[in-house]
C-alpha cells in the first residue's frame, strides 16, 4: 500500500534561506526579531521590554524598534488555537508581582474534572491518570491570551506586526540575520497586481522563532543548521469548536475510546476534551494523532459523530456553535526536540521547537517559559556586545535546566507507546506515570507520520450527515473560523499533484478545511489531487503526511477570537 | 402624519421606486399625502403623481434643479416642509435621493432613517423596519422631533396605482444657497448596452460547478441575456479558472441584492450564500436534491441544468418577444 | 493643498447586535472599513508626492485610533480623531454634527469619505456633512482629479455615467470603483506611530453634550426581531416540464 512520503511535495529548503537582498538603507533594522505573536513569542517580547526598561543602555543600542513582533495572521490571537487548561507556573514567572492571575482573561480556576472511556452509547468514567490532573489550572481561550499579552508586549515597547508573513530566513557568513517577509499583492498565477507590495528585508541582532506548530522559518532552520532530533517530529491534530451552551458545564472533561478504534493496525491515537468557559459558553475538541492509516478517516467528522454521543449531546442541547478551528500539534516529545535550540544569531522557542507534554496535553506554559528564557539570553549576548555566534548558548541551557526539560524527559516514550493499540498503549503509560518516567523502556522506533502505510476503510460511511444544528460540513466550518482569505494569490501550499488514489483520498479527508479533493484520474492509477487553498486555516496536518505547507499572503488565514 | 414623497423621474417618466414610496404612504391613510417633482418640464408628470395617490403635488420647474443633483433639492424641500407644514418626508433610494435626504437631515436637523423595507404607523407614530447585520436581523426604528425622513431600499414597494384623481398641482420656487449650485454638470454618457453590472444588474444568472465545464457557462449567459441579466460565478469555478474574478459573488467577491437570483449548479455553501441572501426572489436548480442552496431558495429544481436552462432560456425569449 | 479623509473603524469578524442597548456590537477587534480604504488611497494618490497634506479624521471609541493608524501606515500625514463617551449612540444628525466640527477645524480644501460603512451599510454621511459645512457635495466618483481651484468627478449612477464639475473647499463621496487601496509597506506600519494623532473630545470641539450621543440624535432603535421567513419556499422534480413551471413562477412573481 502506499504511503504519502513516497510522494514528496516540490520544496526545497534553500529556496527559503537567502542573503539579504535589499539595498543597506532600505533594510529594516529592529534590535531583536520576533517571528509569531503566540504565547512564546510574546512573553518574549514582554520579557524583553522589562530588561529594557532597567537598562537603558541596552535598549539605546537596539535602536528606533529594540523589539519586533512579527504575527502573519489579522492580529495576536487571529491565529492562536488550544484547548486550553494552562499550567499558571509560567505566567507567574513572567509577570512576577506586575500582574496576577487573577488580572488575567481567563474562564477561572478548572473547578473539577473527569475522565470517560466512551463507546458509542456509554461513557465510563475512570479516575483521571495522574498527567491528566489539574487541580490548580486555569482554563484560557489561548486566542484571548494571546491578545492579551500582545497588549502588554506593546505597553512594554515591543513593536508588533500583524498581517506579515515571514517567508524567507535571512543568512550571512554563516549567521542568521533576520528574515524577508512576504510580498503582498500578488495574482494566482504570481504576476503582480496593481497594487503590489513587495517585501523586506528585516534585520536583527538576534531573531527568535517562535512560529508555532510547523513553523515554517523553523522547519526551514532545522534543516539549514542541522539541529533536527534524534527522533523525527510527528505531529496530532486537534479540530475544535466553541458554543454557547444552555446549561453551564462544571468541570473539564477528557475522554478516551470512541470514535477512534483501539486496534493497533489503525494506530489511532487521541482523545476528545470539554472545557467549560464561563457560565455559558463550552469548548469541545477532538485530537488524534497524524501517524493513523487510515485514508478515509477525517478528524473533523469524528469531532461531529462524537458530538452525537448522548453524554455530549446533552451538553451541548439548547446550545448554538459560535467557532471553529483546527491545528496540529507537535508530539514527538523529548527525543523529537531539536539538538541545539540555538544557532549563530537564532533561538528557537515554544510549539516550532516541540515543547509539548502529550499526556499531559499542555504546551502553553512550556512556550512561554522558553521565551521568556529566550528573552533573558538574547538580552545577555546584546548586553555583553557579544557577536552572538556562540552567544546564544546560554538558552540551551537555560531550557535544560527549567521545569520544560524536566517534564519532557518523564514522559519521554508515552506516545510512542501507544502505537501499540490503547489497551496496551495504556497500561504502559500509566507504569510510566506511577514510575515517574523511570520505567526504562529504551528508545522506542519512531517514524515520520508521512511514512506509514495506508489502508482504505468505509470509515467515512459512519460519519454523520451534517444537519447545520449539531453536526456540520467542513465548509460551513470555515467560515466558522472567521477565514475571509483573498482568492486571488498564489497558492502556499506545496504537494505532489498528481498521486495513487488512496493519497489523494488520504489528504481530502485529513484536511479539516477542505482545501484538497480528488480529482480527474489519469488512468494510471493515479488521480489529480485539486487544491482549494484559500480555505486553509494553516493547521499544519498537510506537512505532516506529505506536503508542505507555507505562509499565504499576510492577513490569510483564520480570525479566531475565542479558540 | 404630514407627508410628502420626493418623486424622481428620468426623461418622461416618474421612477418607478418613488411611486412605490407614494402608494405605500397613501396607503397608510393618515392625513393626504403630497409629492414633489423638481426638474425641467416636470410639471407634465405632475397628474401621474395623482394616480399613485398623491393628494397635492408640488412642482418645481427652477432653472437651478434643471440637472439632477442633490443640493438644490435640498432648498426645495426645506421649503416645502416648512411653508406646507409637513412632518414626514419619505424617498425611495437612488444615487440622487440618498444625497437629498442626508442633506435635508443636516438642514432641518431632522432624523433619518435609511434603508428601511416597510414602515407602519403605531398608534398613530411611524415605525420603520430596518434589516441590519446582512439581513439577519431586523429593527424597528423611530424618530424623535418633527420632521421624520425615511429613506427605502430601492424596490421595497409595488408602484401599484391607488385609483387616485386629479391632484392638486402648486409651483414651488425658492432661493438657493451658494454652495447648493456650485456643481456643474459637464456631460453625461447614458449607459453602454453591453448588459448591466453584477453590482447594479436586476437579474443575476450565476453557475457553479454543477455546470460541469468552463465551455457550459454559455448556458448562464444566454439565460442572463434572455432576461436582461447580468452573470455571476462562484469561488469554486473561478479558482478553477472557468469565469474570471470580476464575476465572482461570496463572502470573498461580491455582494448582490438583484431582484432575482437563478443559481445553476450551485451548491449553496455559506462563503456563497452570503453574497446574494437578500436577493428578492432565489431560483435554483441543481442536480443533488440535497444541496443547502435549496434551504434558501424561492423556488428550487431538482434537475439537470443542461436540460432544463436551454428550454427555459427559450421560453423566456418567447415571453419577452 | 489638504484632503481630509473620514474613515471608521468598523467591527471585525461577525458583527452582533449589543441586545441590552441594541447597538452594534464594538467590543470585539476592529479594522478600517474597507471603504474609506479607497478614500485614504484617493487622497495619496492626489498627494502624489507633493507636499499636500492628507489628514485622517474619524469619530469613535479609543480604539478607533487603529484604524486611523492604518491610514497612517498608508501614508496619510496626520490623525484626528473625536473621542467622547458622550458620543457614543450618535444617529445621522448628531455624527454629522461633531465630523464637520472636527473638519472645520481642518479648513481642508477637499474631503473624502468612501462609499458606504460596512456595518451600518449607510451611504448617506458625506450629504449631511457638506450641509453643515455649507460646500458642494458629489458622491460615487470612480474618477478624481484636482485642477487649479476646483475638482472633476466622473461618477456612475442608475442611468450612465456623469462628469461634475465643483469649485474647492468641496466634499467627496468615492466609490469603490475608483481604485484599489495600497497595502501599507512595513516601513509604513513602522512610522505611522511617530505621526502626530490627536484625540479630540466633544469640549475641544465646542459640542455640547446635549447635542451628542443619544441625546443629539433623532431616530431611536425600538426593537430588534428575525427577519420574515422567506415565506413558501418550493421544491420541484423536474418531469421534464421544470423550464416551463419556473416561467411560471416568475410570470407569478412578475419577474418576467
Known amino acids: 500500500m502506499s504511503r504519502p512520503s513516497n510522494f514528496p511535495p516540490p520544496f526545497s529548503t534553500a529556496d527559503y534561506v537567502a542573503e539579504p537582498t535589499d539595498p543597506a538603507d532600505e533594510r529594516i533594522e529592529v534590535g531583536v526579531l520576533i517571528v509569531g505573536a503566540g504565547p512564546a513569542g510574546l512573553a518574549c517580547a514582554i520579557r524583553l521590554g522589562q530588561l529594557l526598561e532597567e537598562h537603558p543602555d541596552v535598549a539605546e543600542r537596539l535602536g528606533d524598534v529594540p523589539v519586533a513582533v512579527l504575527e502573519k495572521g489579522k492580529q495576536p490571537g487571529s491565529h492562536l488555537l488550544s484547548g486550553a487548561v494552562v499550567d499558571p507556573r509560567a505566567l507567574r514567572r513572567l509577570f512576577g508581582n506586575r500582574l496576577r492571575m487573577e488580572d488575567l482573561p481567563s474562564f477561572g480556576l478548572v473547578p473539577g474534572e473527569s475522565v470517560y472511556v466512551l463507546t458509542r452509547r456509554a461513557a465510563l468514567p475512570i479516575p483521571p491518570p495522574p498527567p491528566m490532573r489539574n487541580h490548580g489550572n486555569w482554563i484560557f481561550s489561548l486566542s484571548q491570551l494571546g491578545r492579551f499579552l500582545a497588549e502588554r508586549a506593546e505597553e512594554g515597547g515591543a513593536m508588533i506586526l500583524p498581517e506579515t508573513a515571514a517567508q524567507r530566513l535571512l543568512v550571512s557568513h554563516g549567521r542568521v540575520v533576520g528574515v524577508r517577509t512576504g510580498d503582498k499583492g500578488r495574482g494566482r498565477e504570481g504576476g503582480e497586481l496593481g497594487n503590489f507590495e513587495a517585501g523586506s528585508d528585516l534585520v536583527a541582532k538576534v531573531t527568535v522563532l517562535a512560529e508555532g506548530t510547523q513553523g515554517h522559518l523553523t522547519g526551514v532552520a532545522l534543516d539549514r543548521f542541522g539541529l533536527r532530533g534524534d527522533d523525527p517530529q510527528v505531529w496530532e491534530l486537534g479540530v475544535k469548536e466553541v458554543w454557547k451552551v444552555a446549561k453551564p458545564l462544571d468541570r473539564v472533561i477528557h475522554t478516551m475510546g470512541w470514535p477512534l478504534r483501539p486496534g493497533k493496525r489503525y494506530r489511532e491515537f487521541g482523545g476528545s476534551f470539554i472545557y467549560p468557559m464561563g457560565e455559558d459558553m463550552v469548548t469541545i475538541g477532538l485530537v488524534v494523532g497524524l501517524d493513523y492509516r487510515d485514508a478515509s478517516l477525517s478528524v473533523h467528522d469524528l469531532l461531529q459523530e462524537l458530538k452525537t454521543h448522548p453524554k455530549i449531546r446533552r451538553i451541548l442541547a439548547g446550545g448554538e456553535r459560535l467557532q471553529w478551528g483546527a491545528k496540529t500539534i507537535p508530539s514527538g516529545g523529548f527525543h523529537a526536540l531539536p539538538r541545539r535550540l540555538h544557532a549563530p544569531g537564532l533561538l528557537l522557542c515554544g510549539d516550532g521547537a516541540g515543547m509539548v507534554n502529550i499526556p499531559r496535553l499542555k504546551g502553553v506554559h512550556y512556550a512561554i517559559e522558553s521565551g521568556r528564557l529566550a528573552a533573558e539570553a538574547a538580552f545577555r549576548a546584546l548586553q555583553r556586545g557579544e557577536t552572538p555566534a556562540s552567544a546564544l548558548s546560554s538558552y540551551d541551557d537555560a531550557v535544560r535546566d527549567s521545569f520544560i526539560w524536566r517534564d519532557l524527559h518523564e514522559v519521554r516514550n508515552m506516545r510512542q507507546v501507544f502505537g501499540h493499540g490503547f489497551f496496551v498503549g495504556g497500561a504502559l503509560a500509566s507504569a510510566m506515570t506511577a514510575s515517574k518516567g523511570r520505567v526504562e523502556l529504551g528508545k522506542l522506533p519512531a517514524e515520520p507520520d508521512a511514512d506509514q502505510p495506508l489502508l482504505v476503510t468505509d470509515r467515512d460511511a459512519s460519519y454523520p450527515a451534517p444537519d447545520g444544528q449539531l453536526t456540520f460540513d467542513k465548509l460551513s466550518s470555515v467560515f466558522a473560523s472567521g477565514n475571509k482569505t483573498r482568492d486571488d494569490q498564489p497558492n502556499h501550499i506545496r504537494i505532489e499533484r498528481r498521486v495513487p488514489r488512496e493519497v489523494a483520498e488520504l489528504w481530502a479527508h485529513m484536511c479539516p478545511a477542505q482545501v484538497y479533493e480528488v480529482g480527474a484520474e489519469e488512468g494510471d492509477g493515479t488521480v489529480m489531487v485539486d487544491v482549494a487553498p484559500s480555505n486553509c486555516v494553516q493547521c499544519g496536518a498537510i506537512t505532516a503526511k506529505g506536503g508542505r505547507l507555507t505562509p499565504p499572503e499576510g492577513g490569510s488565514g483564520p480570525e479566531y477570537t475565542l479558540t | ?321 | ?256
Not at chain 2, 200 to 227: C, M, Q, W, Y
Open chain 2, 1 to 321: 402624519m404630514a407627508t410628502l414623497v420626493f418623486l424622481e423621474h428620468h426623461g418622461n417618466e416618474l421612477q418607478k421606486g418613488s411611486l412605490g414610496v407614494l402608494a405605500k404612504a397613501a396607503s397608510l391613510g393618515d392625513g393626504d399625502v403630497g409629492a414633489v417633482i423638481a426638474g425641467e418640464g416636470v410639471k407634465a408628470l405632475a397628474a401621474e403623481a395623482g394616480k399613485f395617490g398623491a393628494a397635492k403635488v408640488w412642482i418645481c420647474e427652477d432653472a437651478e434643479v434643471a440637472q439632477p443633483l442633490p443640493q438644490p433639492r435640498v432648498d426645495v424641500l426645506a421649503q416645502l416642509v416648512e411653508e406646507g407644514g409637513y412632518d414626514t418626508v419619505l424617498f425611495a433610494n437612488s444615487v440622487l435621493a440618498a444625497d437629498v435626504a442626508a442633506g435635508l437631515a443636516a438642514r432641518l436637523e431632522a432624523g433619518l432613517n435609511w434603508d428601511l423595507v416597510d414602515v407602519e404607523l403605531r398608534d398613530g407614530e411611524p415605525v420603520g423596519k430596518r434589516p441590519a447585520l446582512q439581513d439577519s436581523v431586523y429593527a424597528d426604528v423611530g424618530w424623535s422631533g418633527s420632521p421624520r425622513l425615511a429613506l427605502f431600499r430601492a424596490g421595497s414597494f409595488d408602484a401599484t396605482p391607488a385609483g387616485g384623481g386629479a391632484p392638486e398641482i402648486a409651483d414651488v420656487s425658492t432661493s438657493y444657497a451658494e454652495y447648493s449650485t456650485a456643481v456643474k454638470l459637464v456631460a453625461q454618457d447614458a449607459e453602454e448596452s453591453s448588459g448591466p453590472s453584477i453590482e447594479d444588474a436586476d437579474v443575476i444568472v450565476a453557475g457553479g460547478r454543477g455546470l460541469g465545464s468552463p465551455d457550459n457557462f454559455t448556458l448562464a449567459e444566454e439565460l442572463a441575456k434572455a432576461l436582461g441579466g447580468a452573470v455571476g460565478a462562484t469561488r469554486a469555478v473561478v479558482d478553477a479558472g472557468w469565469y474570471p474574478y470580476s464575476a465572482q459573488i461570496g463572502q470573498t467577491g461580491k455582494t448582490v441584492t438583484p431582484k432575482l437570483y437563478v443559481a445553476l449548479g450551485i451548491s449553496g455553501a455559506i462563503q456563497h450564500k452570503v453574497g446574494m441572501q437578500s436577493s428578492g426572489t432565489i431560483v435554483a436548480i441543481n442536480k443533488d436534491a440535497n444541496a443547502p442552496i435549496f434551504e434558501f431558495s424561492d423556488l428550487g429544481v431538482v434537475g439537470d441544468v443542461h436540460e432544463i436552462v436551454p428550454k427555459l432560456t427559450e421560453l423566456i425569449r418567447q415571453r419577452r418577444g
Open chain 3, 1 to 256: 493643498m489638504r484632503i481630509a479623509v473620514c474613515v471608521k473603524n468598523v467591527p471585525e469578524g461577525p458583527s452582533r447586535i449589543d441586545p441590552s442597548t441594541k447597538r452594534l456590537d464594538r467590543s470585539g477587534e476592529g479594522a478600517l472599513n474597507h471603504f474609506d480604504a479607497n478614500a485614504v488611497e484617493e487622497a495619496l494618490r492626489l498627494k502624489g508626492d507633493s507636499d499636500t497634506e492628507v489628514v485622517a479624521v474619524s469619530l469613535g471609541p479609543q480604539k478607533a485610533l487603529d484604524s486611523l493608524r492604518k491610514a497612517l501606515a498608508m501614508g496619510a500625514d496626520r490623525a484626528v480623531l473625536v473621542s467622547d463617551d458622550g458620543a457614543a449612540g450618535s444617529d445621522l444628525v448628531a455624527t454629522s454634527r461633531l465630523l464637520a466640527a472636527a473638519l472645520e477645524r481642518e479648513e481642508a480644501d477637499l474631503v473624502l469619505f468612501g462609499q458606504q460603512a460596512s456595518d451600518a451599510d449607510g451611504a448617506v454621511l458625506w450629504a449631511a456633512v457638506a450641509e453643515r459645512l455649507g460646500r458642494p457635495v458629489v458622491s460615487q466618483a470612480m474618477e478624481l482629479g484636482v485642477d487649479g481651484g476646483s475638482v472633476r468627478v466622473k461618477r456612475q449612477t442608475e442611468f450612465g455615467y456623469d462628469t461634475l464639475e465643483a469649485p474647492l473647499p468641496a466634499v467627496v463621496a468615492v466609490s469603490d470603483a475608483i481604485n484599489e487601496p495600497r497595502y501599507p509597506s512595513l516601513k509604513g506600519i513602522m512610522g505611522a506611530k511617530k505621526k502626530p494623532q490627536d484625540v479630540l473630545s466633544l469640549a475641544d470641539l465646542g459640542v455640547d453634550a446635549g447635542e451628542a450621543g443619544e441625546a443629539g440624535s433623532r431616530t431611536t432603535v425600538l426593537a430588534l426581531g428575525d427577519p420574515p421567513t422567506r415565506g413558501d419556499a418550493r421544491k420541484i422534480e423536474d418531469d421534464g416540464n421544470a423550464a416551463q413551471a419556473i416561467v411560471d413562477f416568475l410570470a407569478e412573481k412578475r419577474l418576467v
